[in-house]
C-alpha cells in the first residue's frame, strides 16, 4: 500500500496516464469491431443464442481471456464452448488482424455492454501468445 502511495505522490499523472491510454484503445477497438465483428457478435454484442456466443456479460470471456484472444488471432476455439449456461459449437474464422488490433478489440469488448474490466490488454501481450 505504502508503495502505490509513493507512486502516486511522485507520479500523479500515472493513472490518468493509463486511463486516457484505456479511453484510446476502446475507441480504436469499437470501430474495429464495427467493421470485424459486428456480423456475429452484433452491435449489443449479444451474439445469436445457439449460434454466435455473446460478448456482452459473458462468463466466458472473462474465465477464458486468453483463449479468447487466441480466437481472435488465430482463428476460432475448436470444439464446444458453453456460454452464460448455453453450448455453443461454431468455429470463429480468422480475422487477419494485427496485435494492436486485437488488442483494442479486446479492450472495447471488455468494457462495453455491461462488462467491466480495469486492466488494459496491451499488444505486447498478445504478441507473446502461441497457438
Known amino acids: 500500500m505504502k508503495l502505490i502511495k509513493l ?22 477497438g469499437k470501430l474495429l469491431y464495427q ?14 443464442k445457439g449460434i454466435f456466443p455473446p460478448l456482452a456479460k459473458s462468463d466466458y470471456l472473462f474465465k ?7 480466437a481472435l488471432k488465430f482463428g476460432g476455439i475448436d470444439g464446444e464452448i458453453i456460454v452464460n449456461g448455453v453450448k455453443y459449437n461454431s468455429r470463429m474464422e480468422r480475422m487477419g488482424l494485427y496485435d494492436d488490433e486485437i488488442a483494442d478489440i479486446m479492450n472495447y469488448t471488455l468494457n462495453s ?8 490488454i496491451k499488444e505486447e501481450y498478445v504478441k507473446s501468445l502461441k497457438k
Open 7 to 28: 507512486i502516486l505522490l511522485l507520479f500523479p499523472g500515472f493513472l490518468l496516464s493509463q486511463n486516457i491510454e484505456l479511453s484510446e484503445s476502446i475507441k480504436r
Open 35 to 48: 467493421d470485424f465483428c459486428v456480423r456475429c457478435h452484433l452491435p449489443d454484442g449479444k451474439g445469436l
Open 64 to 70: 477464458n481471456m486468453e483463449e479468447s484472444i487466441k
Open 113 to 120: 455492454w455491461g462488462n467491466k474490466y480495469s486492466k488494459m
